[in-house]
């Protein structure tokens, strides 16, 4: 086997300002907070509304100036601190607090910078819904509730008291003004492996906004597209015959109740390996490969993220994340026509689930785990969280075959460096990447599919969309997700600019009589925010770039293109109560100065509230953008109108959106031109010869890969379940059919 390329010289740890919290120094902020905060101090998982616990700990980033001044500057490391989120609800006032507690790993002090941040103390009622919380309302609705129409339940759905059949599932927003905590929950058939297809008709409105859960109340039952007050009336009026009920089934067949497939397996899929060693490294929460240096991570409510982004040594972006997943649902449930899902709140890093070798990532990648703190006392682990691979494309980068004047061939493969995570958040999954390719281009993608949200059909449903089963409707709505872009392009100081074409009428100039219809580029400095903030469905330049002061060897400036990819269009009217919540989905792109006190353009508070606690629409304030260090927010986004064809479960295929980053004259040529995967050959050369065209040597020089044992888990976030898988003899030959050793 050939030996591994030699990697640019790396710090001994990297990645150490961008590494989210380890194990150790999750425990260790644990513990002095525990020391801190005094004996009242209850675990949040199993904390109620009136106890004070502590909500999550992550990772604090360290101020930008800082971070750059040691990067750049050999300046001291920034301090590592950790940012904790607490509950207060054992006092007078409760209220939610956020405490940066450092130095990490051994912490000794704590800020507190709730004020700091949001100019007051946070509202109770905006806090993030503990596991505990959910349980209490369950044991309500089941201990209490649904035994008072036991009668009509069974006749309709297989119910009894002592069984499992039905399960809820939460919505949001929790209520109709500010200060509510009420939610709707929908009652699924939980017989079949596919909750999210089989609706029952029910659906309870549940006041949970009092301290004690003894006060919780049912403010409204729908079944089935009637309203009633309380369950005991939906009793007495199906005792008194004036219910029309529609028979659920409790079974079935296909792929609504089982994602097996009723065919047995067939031949292994195609799979990818490093005929030569992998081309990249991983050490710690850094990536490094001979065009790409950049550290990653999870924020445990944000998701995915890469910091320190370099290509060929030269830094294009200090920090590119996810911000928040939106989904705005359509119906005539009550449930279906109110629900925004706000992933943020839920923890898209949270719900970061195990990957699968050679499903959700190419079997070969590296798999990384995630340490994370959010509803617990003690830290956990998501076994495989992440996965770094490089991936042939199997499409040419670029190309060109000449039969004109020459004869030649010349030609790269489009081979990408990604960095993945995939996040189940109820009944959707969505699969994020950030993808790094040989050009100097960046992309960052998310895929959707799971299983689709469904409501029970009735009356005037098929206006909402598409009936998927005997009494079920695959709901309409939108995916909308928010991402931050801290370019970086050839220093700090950038400039906004949009291009677009133009025709202009002109005279032939060899004929003047006649005239024509003459292509030319426009070109705009764009100078204050709200001239660069795009509205979606609104007028927007078809080339964006950032820029700096400084040309390349054509005199141009050095740019980089923000390029969105994918919009679910209008979301809400700008003056619906809700819209100020996400107010980011109105813009497709917006660039504004980059300040410390604008980290994120939601909030997990967002989620509980109809006063936005971040409103995004706020960061647009009429300041210039001018040779500012700056940050694109873009936004990407599909509309989902679900059909048959998502049962069992929506495909990834034309359902993944996201932007690139594109070089826009930031280098003199294309960087790939020198790239070591070129091939070249003219007519008279032996196109088979190994100086000529590498890959045609691999038969000398490759061998089968090394299998590692397959394992997967499935953790619940709290540990690992391991399946070994026997790896029977796999005949991968390459030309020998050589094992490596």
């Not at 996965?387 to 030649?408: A, D, I, K, M, T």
């Not at 998310?446 to 009936?467: D, E, K, M, P, W």
């Not at 330049?541 to 050095?558: D, E, F, M, Q, T």
């Amino acid at each position: 086997m050939a030996a591994p390329p030699a990697w640019p010289c790396m710090h001994p740890d990297p990645g150490w300002l961008f590494a989210d919290l380890s194990l150790e120094e999750l425990a260790a902020v644990m513990g002095f907070l525990t020391l801190r905060l005094g004996p009242g101090l209850v675990d949040a998982a199993r904390a109620r509304p009136s106890d004070t616990c502590v909500y999550s700990v992550e990772l604090q980033l360290p101020p930008k100036a800082a971070a750059l001044a040691h990067l750049d500057g050999g300046g001291p490391r920034p301090t590592r601190e950790a940012l904790a989120i607490v509950f207060f609800g054992a006092q007078a006032q409760p209220n939610v607090s956020e405490l940066v507690v450092g130095p990490l790993p051994r912490p000794s002090y704590l800020r507190d910078v709730t004020v700091e941040r949001y100019g007051g103390p946070l509202p109770y009622h905006r806090r993030p819904v503990l596991a505990r919380e959910y349980q209490d309302i369950d044991h309500m609705i089941f201990d209490q509730e649904l035994p008072q129409a036991a009668g009509l339940l069974h006749h309709c759905c297989f119910y009894t008291p002592q069984g499992g059949r039905l399960v809820t599932v939460t919505t949001v927003p929790r209520g109709l003004q500010s200060g509510d905590r009420a939610t709707f929950g929908l009652y699924y058939n939980v017989s079949g492996a596919g909750v999210f297809l089989h609706p029952v008709g029910l659906e309870l409105l549940v006041d949970h906004g009092a301290l004690d859960p003894a006060r919780w109340t049912v403010q409204k039952v729908f079944f089935q597209g009637r309203y009633y007050d309380s369950l005991a009336q939906l009793e007495d009026q199906f005792e008194a015959g004036l219910v029309k009920v529609v028979l659920v089934p409790d079974n079935g067949t296909g792929g609504a109740w089982s994602l097996r497939s009723p065919e047995p397996p067939g031949p292994a899929p195609p799979l990818q390996f490093h005929p030569e060693g992998p081309r990249f490294s991983v050490q710690g929460s850094h990536v490094a490969s001979s065009l790409w240096t950049f550290s990653f991570g999870l924020g445990a409510f944000g998701g995915l993220r890469v910091f320190d982004v370099r290509f060929q040594g030269e830094r294009v972006a200090y920090e590119v994340s996810v911000q928040e997943a939106l989904a705005v649902y359509g119906g005539n449930s009550p449930a279906a026509m109110l629900t925004h899902y706000m992933d943020s709140s839920f923890g898209i890093g949270k719900y970061s689930t195990p990957l699968t070798r050679g499903v959700d990532c190419p079997y070969l990648a590296t798999y990384v785990d995630w340490h994370f703190l959010v509803q617990s006392r003690a830290p956990k682990t998501v076994r495989d969280a992440l996965c770094v691979f490089e991936q042939n494309q199997g499409l040419p980068l670029r190309r060109h075959h000449s039969e004109l004047y020459s004869y030649y061939f010349g030609g790269v493969v489009e081979t990408v460096l990604v960095v993945r995570s995939v996040a189940t958040l109820l009944n959707y999954d969505y699969v994020w990447d950030m993808i790094f390719h040989p050009n100097g281009a960046i992309e960052a993608k998310v895929h959707a599919t799971g299983y689709i949200s469904s409501s029970f059909l009735f009356g005037a449903a098929q206006r909402y969309r598409n009936r998927v089963g005997e009494h079920t409707l695959g709901t309409v709505h939108t995916h909308s997700v928010h991402f931050k872009v801290d370019l970086d392009v050839a220093g700090l100081e950038n400039w906004v600019w949009a291009e677009d074409l133009a025709f202009v009428p002109a005279a032939v100039p060899w004929s003047p009589e006649q005239q024509v219809q003459r292509l030319q580029v426009t070109r705009k400095l764009l100078e204050t925010e709200e001239q660069a903030a795009f509205p979606v469905g609104g007028a927007a330049p078809r080339y964006l770039y950032l820029a700096s002061n400084r040309s390349n060897k054509w005199g141009h400036l050095r740019g980089y293109r923000v390029q969105p990819l994918g919009s679910a269009g209008q979301l809400l009217p700008w003056n619906s109560p809700m819209a100020g919540a996400f107010s980011w989905a109105q813009y497709q792109v917006a660039v504004t100065p980059r300040k410390e006190e604008e980290p994120s353009s939601s909030s997990i508070y967002n989620f509980n509230d109809r006063m936005p606690t971040v409103d995004f629409s706020n960061f647009i304030d009429s300041q210039t953008i001018s040779g500012q260090d700056l940050v694109a927010w873009v936004t990407a986004g599909f509309l989902h109108i679900p059909h048959t064809e998502d049962v069992p479960n929506t495909v990834t295929v034309g359902n993944g959106v996201g932007f690139f980053l594109r070089p826009y004259t930031f280098f003199d040529e294309d960087p790939s031109f020198r790239s070591a995967d070129s091939v070249y050959f003219r007519e008279d050369q032996d196109a088979g010869a190994c100086e000529l065209n590498a890959p045609t040597c691999l038969p000398q020089a490759a061998c089968a890969p090394h299998l590692p044992a397959f394992s997967r888990g499935f953790s619940h976030n709290q540990g690992r379940l391991r399946t070994q898988v026997l790896l029977l003899s796999l005949d991968l030959d390459v030309a020998t059919g050589a094992a490596c050793p």
